[in-house]
């Protein structure tokens, strides 16, 4: 056994209502700089849709992350033998025109504008050249069209939907829709890592975040093209990738990262999970049904003497084993099983999990529309109005049975929790609902308190970091106190 | 006064210039790797334009690659160079294939330059030393091109007469007798070459000296720790695939 620890998250999409203040938040801290202003490090997609990148989830176009080839893990994008063919033009590189060019509007012609009969207007202008352009697209372009037939019947996950439940997706009384908040997934297995020519992307012992080394880095763009969440970019300005970084200065400081604190509908939690890396490379390479059974394996029961002990043996501080036995993450991924990894099918192990999210309830079909009027109260799942294969092919690896456990118990939970404040549901039934999704009374209190009455503190379990033992390492820490803060000192600014 | 005749000319193109291009490479490329690492790539264009890019970049690419080796092994092995053009048609096809990498790699820098000219987004990341690279490429590419039409059999007199001349700058002995007697068109290909060496260390051009050749031999995923202290002791040799990069 091979413990580390790593920093994990936990989206709840029941509870995400789409502001997208998280992708704000993270915009004005770490993307606002010339050649990043295209890049969300933090989105929110619509579901059924097609997302950003357009079609990211299309691997067959980005042919990003791993496949299995003769029992081999191998990256689709890259190999050796393809680092030195394709190192002049990488042909698995996604170009601008698959995000969207940046655009402001020129606003000072709000208030220069000669007076006439018209109403002065802001026109865009592209934030890579200045010139007027006509806005085509955009970071959030079919925000909340569901339903609609360019954005959402382009999505991916539609693969394997009866052509009746394609057409439910999009007739106008039944279309449903969802939102997908992404940040980068801190992979145990990043396929960026393994791609990079230069070596610059890493992953930090001590928590697992995956950072990439400004320095190091020659903009060789592989990470781009391997990465099948597409969550590194391309900064065209300084010619160097750049990817969501948890937030990691916040987190040393004991904060938790900007997208996670600003959320509105506190649908994100964060906490340490401990896991065997010695098994890593077997888990990844399993079928792809065995695969979110072969990652929940990975990780540890941090109350278990003998994962202590392995812990420590490990130099993992008390401290973080501390953390990891008070995280709100492996609660909802080891202990109650109801939050998935996304499309782990691309094999990068992602060290983010969603909640699946339950369709919406109190309405029923009554010839061909919708109505409130139920005779159940809350439906069956099998009748949710999102096709459990859609969901099936997002957070399960197009296998509905882990997805279908997941929504069980958080149905459950709440026909429980409505027999008890209601009253409603006769309490039998809610019991033998819960038996049924393999839930206890207690484990439904639990469940409840961390979805629905969560504190601060609960949904963000920090664990200390540590860094002041990193500077030990090089140097004194009151020598170090004097000198902090210039270590980086150019401008990230290119010469010639 | 001084006498600014043909021989003295010579001497500075051909002696001093060398030298100085030399030493400005090592000392700026050393200088700004150590201290602007930041800034040690090319600046790649591809995310702003992705499909004219293939054309110019790749033949240009593999052109150069081989017209450089090319002028490396003959300047290594001359001997070995002659002896195989010994034969006609053995020399025909070192000429031939070299003259076609040199097309390749110009018309590679003219769909290059077109692209630059070209795409509004790509415009915006070409900066003036860019151009300059450009113009001093062209005239490298254009001068070895008509001295392999008109100066025929290059890839012979350059073995015999150019490559003393090379070694003896080499072995700091400088003899420019040769080089000296050489057509114009010789001597501006040399010049060009040397104003590339001494101009490329404060360019993109440094991208070739960080060529990731380690990616062929190490482990796909890379670790790191704070410190030698944290790094998990007696788990140093990392199963399968994780290895564990040094800080």
């Given at each position: 056994m091979n413990v580390r620890s790593q920093i994990s998250m936990v989206f709840h999409l029941d509870k995400c209502i789409g502001c997208h203040t998280c992708s704000i938040a993270c915009k004005n801290i770490w993307t606002d700089r010339k050649g990043t202003e295209y890049m969300w490090w933090n989105n929110v997609e619509t579901k059924p849709g097609t997302g950003f990148p357009t079609k990211w989830e299309d691997q067959e176009k980005y042919r990003g992350g791993w496949e299995l080839r003769d029992g081999k893990l191998v990256l689709k994008s890259t190999s050796k033998a393809k680092t030195v063919t394709n190192i002049f033009h990488n042909p698995s590189m996604p170009s601008m025109d698959d995000y969207y060019?940046?655009?402001?509007?020129?606003?000072?012609?709000?208030?220069?504008?000669?007076?006439?009969s018209d109403q002065p207007t802001a026109?865009?202008?592209?934030?890579?050249?200045?010139?007027?352009?006509?806005?085509?697209?955009?970071?959030?372009?079919?925000?909340?069209?569901?339903?609609?037939?360019?954005?959402?019947?382009?999505?991916?996950?539609?693969?394997?939907?009866?052509?009746?439940?394609?057409?439910?997706?999009?007739?106008?009384?039944?279309?449903?829709?969802?939102?997908?908040?992404?940040?980068?997934?801190?992979?145990?297995?990043?396929?960026?890592?393994?791609?990079?020519?230069?070596?610059?992307?890493?992953?930090?012992?001590?928590?697992?975040?995956?950072?990439?080394?400004?320095?190091?880095?020659?903009?060789?763009?592989a990470c781009v093209a391997a990465c099948p969440y597409k969550k590194t970019f391309y900064n065209w300005s300084t010619g160097k990738s750049e990817?969501?970084?948890?937030?990691?200065?916040?987190?040393?400081?004991?904060?938790?990262?900007?997208?996670?604190?600003?959320?509105?509908?506190?649908?994100?939690?964060?906490?340490?999970?401990?896991?065997?890396?010695?098994?890593?490379?077997?888990?990844?390479?399993?079928?792809?049904?065995?695969?979110?059974?072969?990652?929940?394996?990975l990780i540890l029961d941090p109350h278990d003497p003998e994962v202590i002990a392995a812990a420590r043996?490990?130099?993992?501080?008390?401290?973080?084993?501390?953390?990891?036995?008070?995280?709100?993450?492996?609660?909802?991924?080891?202990?109650?099983?109801?939050?998935?990894?996304?499309?782990?099918?691309?094999?990068?192990?992602?060290?983010?999990?969603?909640?699946?999210?339950?369709?919406?309830?109190?309405?029923?079909?009554?010839?061909?529309?919708?109505?409130?009027?139920?005779?159940?109260?809350?439906?069956?799942?099998?009748?949710?109005?999102?096709?459990?294969?859609?969901?099936?092919?997002?957070?399960?690896?197009?296998?509905?049975?882990k997805l279908v456990y997941a929504l069980k118990k958080q149905k459950a939970v709440r026909v429980y929790r409505r027999a008890k404040t209601v009253g409603d549901i006769p309490m039998k039934t809610a019991e033998a609902i819960l038996r049924e999704a393999d839930c206890t009374v207690e484990e439904a209190e639990r469940i409840y308190e961390l979805t629905s009455l969560c504190t601060f503190e609960e949904r963000f379990v920090i664990p200390p970091m540590h860094r002041e033992e990193a500077i030990e390492m090089m140097k004194d820490p009151q020598e170090h106190k004097t000198a902090v803060g210039f270590g980086f000192m150019e401008p990230p600014e290119r010469g010639l | 006064m001084f006498d600014v005749g043909p021989f003295l000319l010579d001497t500075v193109l051909f002696v001093v210039f060398p030298y100085v291009s030399l030493v400005l490479f090592l000392i700026v490329s050393i200088r700004r790797y150590r201290s602007e690492s930041f800034t040690y790539?090319?600046?790649?264009?591809?995310?702003?334009?992705?499909?004219?890019?293939?054309?110019?970049?790749?033949?240009?690419?593999?052109?150069?690659?081989?017209?450089?080796?090319?002028?490396?092994?003959?300047?290594?092995?001359?001997?070995?160079?002659?002896?195989?053009?010994?034969?006609?048609?053995?020399?025909?096809?070192l000429e031939g294939s070299a003259f076609m990498a040199a097309l390749l790699s110009m018309v590679g820098l003219v769909s290059i330059i077109i692209r630059r000219i070209t795409d509004r987004?790509?415009?915006?990341?070409?900066?003036?030393?860019?151009?300059?690279?450009?113009?001093?490429?062209?005239?490298?590419?254009?001068?070895?091109?008509?001295?392999?039409?008109?100066?025929?059999?290059?890839?012979?007199?350059?073995?015999?007469?150019?490559?003393?001349?090379?070694?003896?700058?080499?072995?700091?002995?400088?003899?420019?007798?040769?080089?000296?007697?050489?057509?114009?068109?010789?001597?501006?290909?040399?010049?060009?070459?040397?104003?590339?060496?001494?101009?490329?260390?404060?360019?993109?051009?440094?991208?070739?000296?960080?060529?990731?050749?380690?990616?062929?031999?190490?482990?796909?995923?890379?670790?790191?720790?704070?410190?030698?202290?944290?790094?998990?002791?007696?788990?140093?040799?990392?199963?399968?695939?994780?290895?564990?990069?040094?800080?």
């Open positions: 060019e940046p655009w402001t509007y020129k606003y000072d012609e709000l208030f220069n504008a000669p007076e006439g026109r865009p202008v592209s934030m890579v050249t200045g010139e007027y352009i006509n806005v085509e697209s955009g970071p959030n372009w079919d925000d909340d069209l569901g339903g609609s037939r360019i954005y959402a019947e382009s999505d991916p996950n539609l693969k394997g939907l009866s052509e009746e439940q394609r057409q439910q997706l999009s007739a106008v009384e039944r279309l449903v829709l969802f939102y997908f908040p992404r940040i980068c997934n801190h992979c145990l297995n990043p396929s960026c890592v393994a791609s990079c020519p230069s070596g610059a992307l890493y992953k930090r012992g001590e928590d697992g975040i995956v950072l990439i080394d400004q320095k190091r880095c020659r903009g060789w763009r990817k969501c970084v948890l937030c990691y200065p916040r987190l040393e400081t004991g904060q938790a990262p900007a997208c996670f604190h600003s959320c509105v509908g506190r649908i994100r939690y964060l906490g340490v999970l401990l896991y065997d890396a010695d098994r890593l490379e077997e888990v990844a390479k399993l079928p792809d049904e065995q695969l979110i059974d072969g990652q929940r394996s043996k490990n130099n993992i501080h008390d401290s973080v084993i501390e953390s990891a036995q008070n995280s709100p993450v492996y609660k909802f991924v080891k202990e109650w099983k109801i939050a998935l990894p996304p499309h782990i099918e691309y094999r990068t192990l992602p060290m983010l999990f969603y909640v699946p999210p339950m369709s919406p309830v109190m309405a029923n079909r009554n010839d061909d529309t919708v109505s409130s009027v139920s005779d159940e109260f809350f439906h069956d799942i099998e009748q949710a109005r999102v096709p459990l294969q859609f969901l099936a092919n997002l957070f399960g690896a197009g296998h509905q049975g | 790539s090319s600046l790649s264009s591809q995310f702003l334009e992705n499909k004219h890019h293939f054309w110019g970049l790749v033949p240009f690419h593999y052109g150069i690659i081989v017209v450089l080796l090319g002028h490396v092994v003959a300047f290594l092995v001359p001997r070995e160079i002659l002896w195989w053009n010994s034969h006609p048609a053995r020399l025909y096809i987004k790509v415009r915006m990341v070409t900066s003036v030393a860019d151009w300059v690279i450009f113009g001093n490429f062209i005239v490298q590419i254009l001068s070895g091109l008509s001295v392999a039409i008109f100066h025929s059999w290059g890839s012979s007199w350059f073995a015999s007469l150019a490559v003393p001349y090379l070694w003896s700058l080499v072995t700091l002995t400088p003899d420019i007798t040769y080089v000296t007697a050489m057509p114009w068109m010789v001597k501006l290909h040399i010049v060009s070459a040397y104003t590339m060496i001494a101009f490329a260390p404060f360019t993109r051009l440094v991208h070739i000296l960080v060529v990731p050749n380690p990616y062929l031999w190490r482990k796909p995923q890379v670790v790191r720790w704070y410190g030698i202290r944290r790094k998990p002791k007696g788990s140093v040799a990392e199963p399968g695939a994780f290895a564990d990069a040094a800080n």
